[in-house]
């Protein structure tokens, strides 16, 4: 019977599993916060701006019950046009298998880039579960639509070639930002991200930014759901619309953020710090301000 690595075809030809007692050794290092429920999305691993060591990182030191992974995880868009899969990534999938294997309920709900996976809906990668879209309820007692998000993307779904070239766009910009933020950290100026500014600035993607969260929210709560937790648009926001909790917990392109669910329910979207950003040599979570 097929898997669903086996839809990554010639793509999986460069991810490499190491022997089981190599995979338990990096788990030593003990937690330092624990969570109930994590969310992430949008890590697009097989691309240079996959952010992997602040990643794993970040995982290593917070374990939870639940684990969703709200698509694009793998960029298979990018992987079929240039091979790149340096060992960081390989470090990521092996955290994520190991997770699920200990005991995390590990949930992935495929994205536009990862969309291969779509047709293992209902299988499992490992001991992770792939599933179209799914429910998580809280220690609370709130019911969270999760999915990804890009059904709700008129390009996406009307022009599929008008989204690949957006996406090479976007490659191009954040090579740029990459070269641009080299310059900024000798002037020892702090990250600065040129895609999220240009978002800013254009009104037109502000107005396609709302008009998908408006959309998503309404979806869910036509549904019956108290809330939404997607991923697609690369914006980290946690706010009411209309009485509908919306939640996008980012990306790990530039952003770096996660939603969490603490024990007693409470959602939470948190920002990675690498340590070379912290003064204090050592990794710390941070509000994102919404």
Not at 43 to 51: A, D, I, N
Not at 179 to 199: C, D, E, F, M, Q
Not at 250 to 258: I, L
Request: charged share 25%.
């Amino acid at each position: 019977m097929r898997t669903a690595f086996d839809a990554l075809g010639p793509l999986a030809t460069g991810i490499a599993f190491p022997p089981a007692d190599e995979r338990e050794e990096a788990d030593d290092e003990p937690p330092r916060r624990r969570y109930r429920s994590v969310f992430v999305s949008d890590l697009h691993l097989g691309t240079p701006g996959c952010q992997a060591g602040p990643l794993l990182d970040f995982l290593k030191n917070h374990p939870s019950e639940y684990l969703y992974l709200v698509g694009d995880i793998i960029d298979g868009w990018q992987l079929r046009k240039r091979w790149y899969w340096p060992q960081a990534h390989n470090d990521v999938v092996q955290k994520l298998l190991r997770r699920a294997r200990k005991g995390c309920r590990v949930v992935f709900v495929p994205g536009n880039h990862d969309e291969f996976a779509r047709q293992f809906v209902g299988h499992r990668f490992g001991d992770i579960e792939v599933v179209e879209e799914t429910v998580h309820v809280t220690a609370a007692g709130q019911a969270l639509w999760v999915m990804h998000g890009d059904y709700f993307d008129g390009v996406i779904q009307c022009a599929k070639w008008l989204a690949h070239l957006g996406d090479t766009a976007y490659e191009f910009t954040l090579r740029l930002n990459r070269h641009l933020n080299v310059l900024r950290a000798r002037l020892g100026l702090p990250y600065w991200s040129l895609s999220a500014y240009l978002k800013q600035k254009v009104k037109k993607a502000l107005n396609y930014v709302t008009d998908f969260e408006r959309a998503v929210a309404h979806e869910a709560r036509r549904r019956g759901h108290q809330g939404v937790v997607c991923g697609h648009i690369h914006r980290a926001e946690m706010r009411d619309i209309d009485g509908v909790l919306y939640c996008n917990d980012g990306d790990w392109v530039e952003s770096r953020t996660a939603l969490v669910e603490h024990f007693d329910g409470r959602l939470e979207l948190v920002q990675w710090q690498p340590a070379a950003a912290n003064p204090i040599g050592h990794e710390t979570l941070a509000e994102v301000q919404a």
